[in-house]
T-cell receptor
């Protein structure tokens, strides 16, 4: 069976500090991978998606970046966090074999102070 | 452009039936998903419609009309644990991205 891992679960970081969130998927190969952010009281905002190693599409301009160094690893980074980066970050995967249903990881709650 | 419209909030009582509507405008379409999200948790899959009509799954059913850009989620025999946000999410034609609306927060009271 497939599982998706995200860490850390919670994170408190000062403004201007760097960020690295990691997501890994087990039990499937060549998945599509996604990073979403959900700010308090807001909907899910798609940040990045990837259809393969090294292939990253950005949906919104921001001070975040994403990388996919391995087939089942997706990393969200920032060099300098802003207060507005606070939110609930969710990683998800999908594949054509599952009719593109997206499976979400447990999420990381980031508070920038 | 892309636009998803759902009511922001709904309330209902235990045992009742509630219908959550969703209208969408997307560039390309490859099906529509409904997700449930409890506060502070990740969304979980409820249903998927790619053809017009009703899909039934236990207490939950979902309907799609592609020509009208319209879907609804029907919840029967409501329970307190159904209090959550319900997210309507069309899938783009390439299958590469779900477009989420802001969701409908449903509160079920006894």
């Amino acid at each position: 069976s497939q599982t998706i891992h995200q860490w850390p679960a919670t994170l408190v970081q000062p403004v201007g500090s760097p960020l690295s969130l990691e997501c890994t998927v087990e039990g499937t190969s060549n998945p599509n991978l996604y990073w979403y952010r959900q700010a308090a009281g807001r909907g899910l905002q798609l940040l990045f998606y990837s259809v393969g190693i090294g292939q990253i599409s950005s949906e919104v301009p921001q001070n975040l970046s994403a990388s996919r160094p391995q087939d089942r690893q997706f990393i969200l980074s920032s060099k300098k966090l802003l207060l507005s980066d606070s939110g609930f970050y969710l990683c998800a995967w999908s594949s054509i074999r599952s009719s593109y249903e997206q499976y979400f990881g447990p999420g990381t709650r980031l508070t920038v102070t | 452009g892309q636009n998803i419209d759902q009511p922001t909030e709904m309330t209902a009582t235990e045992g009742a039936i509630v219908q959550i509507n969703c209208t969408y405008q997307t560039s390309g379409f490859n099906g529509l998903f409904w997700y449930q999200q409890h506060a502070g948790e990740a969304p979980t899959f409820l249903s998927y419609n790619v053809l017009d009509g009703l899909e039934e799954k236990g207490r939950f059913s979902s309907f799609l009309s592609r020509s009208k850009g319209y879907s609804y989620l029907l919840l029967k025999e409501l329970q307190m644990k159904d209090s959550a946000s319900y997210l309507c999410a069309p899938l783009n034609q390439a299958g590469t991205a779900l477009i989420f609306g802001k969701g409908t927060t449903l509160s079920v009271s006894s």
